[in-house]
């Protein structure tokens, strides 16, 4: 099993959603900057999740995205799914499993337990957790691009504040 791109930059848009009041509505340019996610992918991504029930989608002016319920009520593993679909380490694991060793094979019995744990782990991890421990990606490419910057240079024109 390997996390997409899709995958990645789903979560970090929910993210960037999770640190703002619940019900506030934000337009997708501001998270792409925030995470620096490419803008156009986000937005397909955001079409799933609005699907799923995680984000609602306003249209018009003032619209935007917004989290559907409190980031501490949604899990990772609902965001996951919501853009992965189901989390199946082998195809045996599958719902509509077609393996000729189902029922008897200690290699299904040993993936399917660290499915399990998998799906515990993200289960048991909210996305108001995750947006505890995140940083976000466009304030650490600012501090990044700031530290190239000679320091005569930012004496005289120190940058803005963010």
């Known amino acids: ?76 593993l609902e965001i996951i799914e919501a853009i992965e679909g189901p989390i199946a380490l082998q195809r045996c694991l599958e719902t509509d499993a077609d393996c000729e060793h189902i029922g008897g094979c200690a290699l299904c019995g040993l993936l399917a337990e660290a499915q399990d744990r998998i799906k515990e782990v993200f289960s048991a991890t909210t996305l108001s957790d995750l947006s505890r421990r995140h940083l976000p990606n466009g304030l650490v490419q600012q501090a990044r691009d700031r530290a190239r910057i000679p320091l005569e240079v930012l004496a005289t024109n120190p940058p803005a504040p963010v």
């Open 1 to 76: 099993m390997q996390i997409t791109k899709a995958g990645e930059y789903g979560v970090l848009g929910l993210i960037a959603l999770a640190r703002r009041p619940v019900g506030e509505v934000v337009m997708i340019d501001v998270l792409c900057d925030e995470e620096a996610i490419p803008k156009s992918f986000l937005g397909k991504i955001f079409q799933s999740l609005t699907k799923a029930g995680i984000v609602r989608s306003a249209r018009g002016s003032g619209g935007g995205f917004s989290l559907a319920r409190p980031a501490s009520e949604i899990t990772s």
